[in-house]
């Protein structure tokens, strides 16, 4: 196979990988969710306590192409959570690593790309507050029955520099 078809899926391998998503919602808000809800019990026996959202979105688009990127603030807040902090801040590290590594390189947060607030409401509960600066890449295709064919690639980490390098990737 060519580079090119290589990079891109056909328009109907597209449609098709599509069609088993549920929802054409951002992924890495979702992908966090199910991520603090699998690792936390609590969160998982209380999700009314896990509430996200996104602000400061911003969309980078070019004139050749209906590809682009997306930008944002993911607000990520923990109510009245009695686990520890720590076991929250290591299972959205272990997220990162695998969905923006680039986060986590040395000198990265720097900029303030993850930051957290803690309400101490009791010795034993807190509310968290944590923000995250994300990106996503939307790849658009238009199809030849005209629609617009939309597929999220993940973006880089560490396993795909192992490879790219020559390494080998467990």
């Not at 902090?85 to 986590?104: G, S």
Request: glycine share 4%.
């Amino acid at each position: 196979p060519s580079p090119k078809s290589a990079a891109w899926p056909s328009p109907a391998a597209a449609a098709a990988q599509n069609a088993k998503k549920k929802s054409n919602a951002m992924e890495k808000p979702a992908s966090l969710r199910a991520e603090i809800e699998r690792a936390l019990p609590e969160i998982a026996a209380n999700p009314e306590k896990l509430a996200m959202f996104v602000t400061d979105g911003r969309v980078q688009a070019y004139k050749s192409t209906l590809s682009h990127e997306t930008a944002y603030t993911l607000t990520v807040l923990i109510e009245n959570y009695s686990g520890g902090q720590d076991e929250v801040r290591a299972v959205i590290i272990n997220w990162l690593q695998k969905h923006q590594a680039d986060i986590l390189h040395p000198g990265a947060n720097a900029d303030g790309r993850y930051t957290f607030e803690a309400d101490i409401l009791r010795h034993d509960a807190a509310d968290l507050l944590i923000q995250l600066q994300l990106t996503e890449r939307t790849r658009a295709i238009p199809g030849s029955d005209g629609r617009i064919i939309i597929d999220h690639p993940k973006n880089a980490d560490h396993s795909d520099l192992q490879r790219v390098l020559g390494h080998k990737v467990p």
